[in-house]
């Protein structure tokens, strides 16, 4: 299985240098509309957002079934500085602002000026969240479906909690009216590329260092949580500090993803904290494979794809396709689509004809 990974590792890789490199050469040019420019920066976000999952799920065994709380925070913060650069280029609060009878942003907002400072919140904002979620839960001991049920009613009530309007992040209505990216117009051609290659480069970063880190001694350690976390603490190793390093870092990743999505679509609003985003994710990766984060970037980005391919033709079937498609990997691709190979290997084996009396191969 790791010669697979390593193989599909350097296919990947090849495959998002191609797709960086041709994101300016094309869309710049106009020769890729605008629409299949966003289109390709969204999916990556969404793999960036599977990667931080498979993180967790694949790495470490601990399936989260609340990331979205992690990319709805970095995309909240992310729009938050663009609403402060927009007032001051326009001179305009905010709709939500100006409907709630505000006239001035509130004073905690004063870090959100910057990009440096910003970043700097979009990064340790959720890593400080997650401490305290996983310090918690896994200083407690709570594994497997429980810690996925309290990940979704933690979402869950981020989601009602920002759907008020008095919260000061835009309400139902959401935060939106952004003016400029990096001094590039909202919604022009330039901004739309140079999101799509910044978040096609963060999946490549993330993928290489993810695989590189995997790798190490911190990277087995994690596989043995995943495998056998009570023999590991037997050996005397605390498990809680391995598993709150990763998750931690888990939810940096994925609010990196929100960040770099909420400019490209123009708005956000609670409909990224709903659960059924964060069920959706974990679709993603066990479609495409736990482990490895290879298998993330190819569940969200085939499911992405197909998604986006019937949402205005059939939008009534997409949700039985998806079911379908997860029926398809409990039954007979356990690790998703990584399990191919091994699978059809062993498919053509027994398809092959034997010789009389001869015991068909022993599964293993």
Known sequence: MTRVFDRLTT???????????????????????????????????FALLAMAVDLMWGGAGVLSLGHGLFFALGGYIAAMHLLRTAFAATGVLP?????????????????????????????????????????????????????AIITQALTYTAMLLMFRNDTGFGGNNGMTGFHDIAGLPAGGTAAAVL???????????CLLAGRALLATRFGRLLTAIRDDEPRLRFLGYETLWLKLAA????????????????????????SLLDPALSLEVAVWVAVGGRGGLCGAILGATLISLLRSLLAASAPLVWPFILSLLVLAVVLGLPNGLLDIRNRSRQWLLDLAPRPPGRLPARRT
């Open 195 to 205: 999101l799509a290659a910044l978040s096609t480069a963060a999946v490549l970063v």
């Open 247 to 270: 998750w931690c870092l888990s939810a940096m990743v994925a609010a990196a993803a929100g960040a770099l999505y909420v400019p490209q679509v123009g708005i956000i609003n609670p």
């Open 11 to 45: 296919v990947i890789t090849l495959l998002l240098i191609v797709l960086l490199a041709a994101l300016p050469l094309f869309g710049l040019s106009g020769a890729l509309p605008i629409y299949l420019v966003n289109l390709a920066g969204q999916v990556m976000c």
């Open 95 to 147: 709709d939500f602002m100006q409907f709630m009878g505000q006239n001035r942003f509130p004073a905690w907002w004063a870090f959100a000026d910057t990009g440096v400072a910003t970043l700097a919140a979009v990064l340790l904002a959720p890593a400080a969240l997650a401490f305290v979620i996983g310090y918690v839960s896994f200083r407690s001991r709570v594994s497997g479906v429980y810690f």
